[in-house]
């Protein structure tokens, strides 16, 4: 156990915020605590504390999810920002069929003391999906400037072409997974390093066509920072 940034070499700043969190005018502070065992990092613990320093209280970013996400296998730390009497976290952990060493899921969540312990609430988010849906929906409208943007070179327009001979695709929800997931018997191999189909991408999302000489469409996913993906690939299967 130690304080984040001595142990992942991120920048203090980003993972230690100064404020009054307990209400009664004096400085206090909100700490990154970095945790290892055997080697594997777990989850991250923010703690709060008063003038001394005392520890008032801290929170295992495990115990904070949304309904329907399981907790991952670790969780580490983007940013902390003192706001009004709270903290603003952001902070990353693994999606269901995600392997330990990805994590794809980006949670937001206000913190604060309520004199017992600290509460979470406004946890929101964000994963590879909202990224899915903007570039289809560019491709849709026929937006390829948007659709670029979102996208690896030249894979716009390499799905654009693709979505012409599949277009009940462009118009299909996507289902997201990750490399340890369950996968439909005709996209099993998307993640098989090695094999004839496999796929080198985060998250797969696939959108399925009726089409006779195809089954899916598959975008593959890259996160390349925070709350922020693109369009790596794109592929028939």
Excluded at 93 to 114: E, F, H, K, V
Excluded at 142 to 147: G, I, L, R, S
Excluded at 148 to 164: D, I, K, M, N, P
């Amino acid at each position: 156990m130690g304080l984040a940034w001595l142990e992942t070499g991120q920048p203090r700043a980003d993972l230690l915020t100064l404020g009054d969190l307990d209400g009664d005018g004096t400085g206090d502070a909100a700490a990154t605590l970095y945790c290892t065992a055997g080697g594997v990092s777990w989850p991250e613990i923010i703690a709060f504390y008063g003038p001394g320093p005392t520890l008032l209280g801290h929170i295992s970013l495990s115990n904070i999810n949304l309904p329907g996400h399981a907790p991952g296998e670790n969780a580490s730390v983007h940013r902390l920002r003192y706001t009004a009497g709270g903290v603003t976290a952001q902070w990353s952990t693994q999606q269901d069929g995600d392997p330990g060493a990805s994590a794809t899921l980006d949670y937001t969540a206000t913190l604060r003391w309520n004199g017992h312990a600290i509460t979470a609430s406004g946890l929101s988010a964000a994963t590879e999906l909202a990224a899915a849906d903007r570039f289809l929906r560019a491709l849709r409208h026929h937006d390829m400037a948007t659709a670029s943007s979102l996208a690896g070179a030249g894979v716009a327009q390499t799905a654009a072409e693709q979505f012409r001979s599949y277009s009940d695709a462009l118009t299909a929800t996507p289902e997201c997974l990750g490399p340890n997931s369950t996968f439909p018997p005709s996209a099993e191999a998307l993640p098989s390093i090695g094999g004839p189909e496999y796929v080198d991408a985060t998250r797969y999302c696939l959108l399925p066509t009726t089409a006779e000489d195809a089954s899916y469409l598959v975008l593959g996913m890259d996160k390349t920072g925070f709350q922020q993906w693109q369009v790596s690939s794109v592929h028939i299967l």
